[in-house]
């Protein structure tokens, strides 16, 4: 049986880039909508899935913190995904016949100084790779789109220009979600733990909580907090950490943080991407 690793968006999205450069070995699952590729776990009909978190231009992918813990899967690992833009059109169209560019309303805002150069008007699409559907069944030259070289593979297009964002270093990190943790394994750039926490109803509780990681030495990368069931006094915190939960320092944090919070959730224990260092 095929194992498949599941996404969100079609056919030579970023996030199926990311499936291919983890995961080659295994066949990629695309899905309409985070809770369709979540849930095509949980029913085995994937293995895993890969999920977008958060984005070195535009931060945090909405809704996804709400989504993982209630997801009942665990993250067993992590991809950094360098987002190189390119502008695809029909085969054999010249540069100087596209007229506008179609895709996601953020990668249009990434290439508005490579645009503006070209005098490309800017079409929204819903998604990069649907923009590049669109183009290669529209049949018109003069429209373009902006998406990954995958796409530009898989819907036939031409590569009239490569690597066309305006911010050098775009980045988009993924987590890779599993129906069972994997706390064993081991990663050569260290580890990293994740969790979700709520804190006690007392003056201060956060600014506690977070002490233990201050004096254990424990590198915290993130820490964000959004509503619960919108609830302006129940606040959850999303939280990143470097090391394992065996490591004597993050054992010692962990219980200062147990005991000013009224709930922890753990997500995930696993290896660092080498390219976050």
Known sequence: MTKRIAFQGEPGAYSHQACHET????????????EDAIAAVRSGEAELAMLPVEN??????????HLLPESGLHIINEAFV??????????GTPLDQVKSAMSHTMLLGQCREYLAQQGIRRVTGADTAGSAHHV???????????????????????????????????????????REPDYAHRGDDGMMTTFVFQVRNIPAALYKAMGGFATNGVNMTKLESYMVNGSFSATQFYADIEGHPDDASVKLALEELDYFTSEVTMLGVY?????RH
Do not use: K, Q
């Open 23 to 34: 995961y080659p070995e295994l066949e990629a699952l695309p899905c309409r909508t985070f």
């Open 82 to 91: 360098r987002v190189h833009i390119n502008l695809l059109a029909l085969p």
């Open 271 to 275: 290896p660092a991407d080498p390219r």
């Open 56 to 65: 070195s231009t535009f931060g945090r992918v909405a809704d996804i913190h």
């Open 136 to 178: 290669a069944e529209a049949g018109d030259p003069s429209m373009a789109a902006l998406a990954s070289e995958l796409a530009g593979e898989i819907y036939g297009l031409d590569v009239l220009a490569r690597h066309i964002e305006d911010e050098g270093n775009n980045t988009t990190r993924f987590l890779v979600m599993s």
